[in-house]
């Protein structure tokens, strides 16, 4: 009887067991990224900002256009790479969020570019947050040569 007991008893628990396992194994298949923002670091939701608001030119891969170093027939230049192959990283923090903002053309009177100013689009912290994701994809020593530019946010 007491044999028996035991035997149930095991099977029960290793039924739990495995259903614990599977259900664990379900959970960790799931990451729950998408649409926890607050939950995300910076560059995470600057990850999905990016996506929406400047893959379309930059590349989804921050690539870039294709030939972006040579000006189009119309004098406007194409959009470049934001990956270490790039200028993105010649420029401070300070006037990389200037460029996001208010449009490269802004920055030099008559100067004309396709890309708009975000201002209106993004806060500040969201400009912030897909730069975040921008620098993550540069290697450690063009992370430190940006921030020797003044890459740090605190200088202005
Ligand atoms: C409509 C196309 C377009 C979109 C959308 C766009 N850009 Fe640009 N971007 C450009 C072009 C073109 C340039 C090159 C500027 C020039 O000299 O005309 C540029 C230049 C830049 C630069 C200056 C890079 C450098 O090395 O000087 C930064 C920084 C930048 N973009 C960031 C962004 C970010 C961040 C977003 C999304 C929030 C974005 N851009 C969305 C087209 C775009």
């Known amino acids: 009887m007491l044999r028996r007991y035991a035997k149930g008893a095991l099977l029960v628990g290793g039924a739990i067991g495995i259903a614990g396992l599977a259900a664990l194994m379900v959970s960790g298949q799931a990451p729950q990224r998408h649409g926890a923002a607050q939950e995300a670091g ?14 379309a030119c930059h590349g989804a891969r921050l690539e870039g256009q294709p030939r972006w170093q040579h000006r189009r027939e119309d004098g406007r230049l194409p959009a470049p790479p934001h990956d270490a192959s790039g200028h993105t990283w010649h420029h401070p923090d300070a006037q990389l ?31 912030r947050a897909v730069l975040a994701f921008i620098k993550a994809s540069w290697p450690p020593e063009i992370q430190r040569r940006q921030a020797a530019r003044g890459g740090a946010p605190e200088r202005r």
């Open 97 to 127: 969020v200037e460029i996001i903002k208010h449009g490269p053309a802004r920055l030099i009177p008559g100067y004309e570019s396709d890309m708009p100013g975000f201002a209106g689009l993004l806060t500040e912290e969201e400009i």
């Open 42 to 55: 910076p560059a995470e939701a600057g990850a999905r900002l990016y996506a929406e608001h400047c893959a």
